[in-house]
């Protein structure tokens, strides 16, 4: 009897899983990062929109109400200048560079939207070449469930100061200068 009691229960538990495992196949959407500059100068900044698409969501409210995230960039490059909301949307918390919000009239949407505009500056010493800005952990909620995506990146260039580059090469120059003559002097010597 003990032993039927737990096969039942084991049955059960297979079949709410097997439910809760559907339900989540179901709720997708995407998420990008979007810029019209990706070719930046020291001390420029670069505003980056983060948007939703492709929203499928058939559990909860069939929506999103809220999402939190993490951005993620190199702070030798750059320095976060503020995050804003956008269209509907509150004006995220930051913190550590996690960041949260909600929809302004709090009710839950499936249209496709910015959700939040990012602005970055490019620090007077950050050095030329590729860099990423990402967004991790990403997560909607519907005020049921929170609904995770894959993470999404956006890679900009820096270009290097030409005056950085001018003074490296001009020293390289003087550098040689010196172990040529100093190599010359030591000939001439011998």
Same mark, same amino acid.
């Given at each position: 009897m003990k032993k039927k009691c737990i096969l039942i229960l084991m049955i059960i538990f297979l079949f709410i899983s097997c439910i809760s495992v559907k339900a989540t196949e179901v709720d997708t959407y995407k998420i990008s990062l979007d810029s019209s500059n990706e070719i930046l100068k020291q001390e420029e900044t670069i505003n980056i929109t983060l948007k939703v698409s492709d929203i499928n969501i058939q559990s909860g409210e069939k929506g999103i109400g809220a999402y939190e995230g993490k951005l993620v960039y190199d702070d030798k490059v750059f320095e976060l200048v503020k995050i804003q909301g956008n269209e509907n949307w509150e004006t995220p918390i930051e913190n550590?560079? #996690?960041?949260?919000?909600?929809?302004?009239?709090?009710?839950? !949407? $499936?249209? *496709?939207?910015?959700? =939040?505009?990012?602005?970055?500056?490019?620090?007077? #010493?950050?050095?030329?070449?590729?860099?990423?800005?990402?967004? !991790? $952990?990403? *997560?909607?909620?519907? =005020?049921?469930?929170?609904?995770?995506?894959?993470?999404?990146?956006?890679?900009?260039?820096?270009?290097?100061?030409?005056?950085?580059?001018?003074?490296?090469?001009?020293?390289?120059?003087?550098?040689?200068?010196?172990?040529?003559?100093?190599?010359?002097?030591?000939k001439k010597r011998k």
């Open positions: 550590e560079n #996690n960041f949260i919000s909600v929809k302004s009239d709090g009710m839950c !949407t $499936d249209e *496709e939207q910015d959700l =939040a505009t990012i602005i970055l500056k490019v620090k007077e #010493n950050a050095k030329g070449g590729n860099t990423t800005i990402e967004v !991790t $952990d990403f *997560e909607i909620s519907n =005020a049921e469930t929170n609904i995770p995506t894959d993470n999404t990146k956006l890679t900009v260039k820096i270009e290097g100061n030409v005056n950085t580059v001018l003074i490296v090469a001009i020293i390289t120059i003087l550098i040689v200068a010196v172990i040529v003559g100093a190599y010359l002097i030591t």
